[in-house]
């Protein structure tokens, strides 16, 4: 194998075989990972409600930053002792994963958690859990129809929503339980913007 050299009087070198190929040697790691590790950009939140017949929000999340796009990358929920409703499953009681709501009242305002314990960086966000009031049309964009108590449901998003400034998110069930409680996690990273047409 031949040489080459940076050019710059360093003395570093790299590989080359007879086909002209370089040789490198390389790792991979997930964008979770490295938004944590060199940005610090990584939160957790976790949001929970009392069910009631209807609708009932664990969390809601806006993008208040001018600068960073907010990207989910996993939800996670779960139902605890619910009674009063339809016994599950049934096409009445579900999950529901919605974009364009606006907060309106009520509710408690929640702090995420910053994944990287180096890192003093904290989430340009607005968070209610609590089942606030919010305003708007919910558009849907996911849905999943509880099997049981107890039963927790994972959404392994892998930064496919993407909420630009002003952008929000609501975690909700829908339903005709009358007590119970809701649970939520939701995990996501903030990177700057990029241009979208």
Do not use: C
């Amino acid at each position: 194998m031949n040489m080459i050299t940076d050019g710059k009087g360093t003395g570093y070198r790299a590989r080359v075989d007879n086909s002209n190929r370089l040789l490198v040697r390389s790792f991979s790691e997930t964008i979770q990972h490295s938004v944590s590790h060199n940005e610090g950009q990584a939160y957790q939140i976790i949001g929970e409600a009392t069910l009631s017949s209807g609708t009932t929000t664990a969390l809601h999340i806006k993008n208040i930053s001018s600068t960073k796009d907010l990207i989910i990358t996993y939800l996670r929920h779960q139902i605890i002792d619910q009674s009063g409703g339809t016994a599950f499953p049934n096409v009445s009681n579900y999950y529901r994963i919605s974009l364009g709501r606006i907060y309106d009242s009520e509710g408690t305002e929640v702090t995420p958690v910053n994944l990287n314990t180096n890192s003093a960086n904290s989430a340009e966000v607005t968070v209610y859990n609590d089942d606030p009031s919010l305003t708007g049309t919910a558009n849907e964009i996911d849905r999943w129809y509880t099997k049981a108590e107890g039963d927790m449901n994972t959404f392994n998003k892998e930064g496919s929503i993407i909420l630009g400034q002003n952008g929000t998110l609501e975690l909700s069930y829908i339903g005709d339980q009358t007590s119970g409680t809701i649970y939520t996690r939701l995990s996501f990273i903030m990177m700057d913007k990029h241009g979208v047409n």
